[in-house]
DNA sequence: GTCTATAGAAGGATAGAC
DNA sequence: GTCTATCCTTCTATAGAC
């Protein structure tokens, strides 16, 4: 029956990147996995083979999502001001649902960047920067932005949109002890992280 | 023999550290840890009992040194700014030599934010809190920094120095594509996190 | 397609000789 | 204090019935 095969086999995958968001590939277990999901065990291995290629299959869509959250930045035919603005605001609201996300990344690039390098074998991230410097040609020299500064720029704006989420745990063990609420200090942080950056490059 | 002992235990140690910090508790094994000090797997269990305690030992060095790192930060006899430079300048440099300690540290404590909790029950962050504030009481006004503004500047400070060590395999990745040098980015970031950060304050 | 049962390997921990 | 041998548990993966 192919309905009942496709709902067994999303269940899967979903309680398998829910289950490998929580604990990472290592600490993630196939019974976990199942359990979660509702299912008998040899049923992950009917679908999807090996714990390896499961991890794989979540590790590659959860990849995608992340670099689909950068694609608006490009299209947008936006000041520069107002793309930092956009970039924050959306971006923040992304990772506010899916906050365990950056974590997750950055834990498994780390711990097998070669498959990582492989993933993005296919993005023309040459051509991006191309675009990117031909939309916001005047501007960037109206900042004073060379394109010496961009890799520092551009990792900036990462750092202070996917830090709070990376060290979220930190943060909420700290926060906690100052009286200070986690969800209202990422909410103010979409307009604080932008106008910060946007002083930042004002001369 | 005394001195013998400390051999062994030291090596064990230092092998440990070296073994969680590359793979995590979830993905180190004892195998790894006794092949790479040289020694029998059961010496780990004679001195440490069990990979927990030997994991925590570890964790609890490492966690110690993130949090010495900011104590200069509060003694130093430095203006606002130049506390900013100093700041970039040997947090950076420190993770330089540590490059690995960032996604560490947060990886473990978003797997057991409890016993990170735990850790860090003796500060009292809100003495140090009222020690910035009085110590840079006229800068604050001068700058029109208000105390609810302290977490997002405080962890935007963090995220300007520790991300791109916690995201070091993602930045070389997609650097590496566009020709440039991660450890020229690094040294470069001293100073550009410094005069980004300081632009940002002044209005 | 889904289940039970189990193989087969790996990991942490311990017993006991030296 | 250090080693060898081994226990016990856990985990992934597969065989085979239904």
């Given at each position: 029956?192919?309905?009942r095969e496709?709902?067994?086999?999303?269940?899967i995958f979903e309680s398998?990147?829910?289950?490998?968001?929580?604990k990472?590939?290592d600490?993630?277990?196939?019974?976990d996995?199942?359990d979660?999901?509702?299912?008998?065990?040899?049923?992950?291995?009917?679908?999807?083979r090996?714990?390896?290629?499961?991890?794989?299959?979540?590790?590659?869509?959860l990849?995608?999502?992340?670099?689909?959250m950068f694609?608006?930045v490009?299209?947008e035919?936006l000041?520069?001001?107002?793309?930092?603005?956009?970039f924050f605001?959306?971006h923040i609201?992304?990772?506010?649902?899916n906050?365990?996300?950056p974590i997750?990344?950055?834990?498994?690039v780390?711990r097998?960047?070669?498959?990582f390098?492989?993933?993005?074998?296919k993005?023309?991230?040459?051509?991006?920067?191309d675009t990117?410097?031909?939309?916001h040609?005047?501007?960037?020299?109206?900042?004073?932005?060379?394109?010496?500064?961009?890799?520092?720029?551009?990792s900036?704006?990462?750092a202070?949109?996917?830090?709070?989420?990376?060290?979220r745990?930190f943060?909420?063990?700290?926060?906690?002890k100052?009286?200070?609420?986690?969800?209202?200090?990422?909410?103010?942080?979409?307009?604080?992280?932008a106008?910060?950056?946007?002083?930042?490059?004002?001369?």
């Amino acid at each position: 029956m192919v309905e009942r095969e496709k709902l067994t086999e999303e269940k899967i995958f979903e309680s398998a990147t829910e289950i490998f968001l929580e604990k990472g590939m290592d600490g993630a277990r196939m019974r976990d996995i199942a359990d979660h999901a509702g299912i008998n065990k040899s049923l992950l291995n009917y679908y999807y083979r090996s714990k390896d290629r499961l991890f794989n299959a979540v590790y590659e869509k959860l990849a995608g999502q992340l670099f689909d959250m950068f694609a608006p930045v490009f299209d947008e035919n936006l000041s520069l001001e107002e793309k930092i603005r956009y970039f924050f605001r959306e971006h923040i609201s992304f990772l506010q649902k899916n906050p365990r996300l950056p974590i997750f990344i950055l834990y498994e690039v780390n711990r097998n960047p070669e498959r990582f390098r492989k993933l993005i074998q296919k993005f023309d991230f040459e051509a991006l920067w191309d675009t990117l410097e031909k939309q916001h040609e005047k501007e960037l020299a109206k900042y004073n932005i060379s394109m010496e500064m961009l890799p520092q720029l551009m990792s900036s704006l990462a750092a202070l949109s996917v830090f709070p989420f990376a060290a979220r745990s930190f943060l909420e063990a700290i926060f906690t002890k100052l009286g200070i609420d986690f969800d209202d200090y990422i909410e103010e942080r979409k307009k604080f992280a932008a106008e910060f950056t946007i002083k930042a490059l004002k001369r």
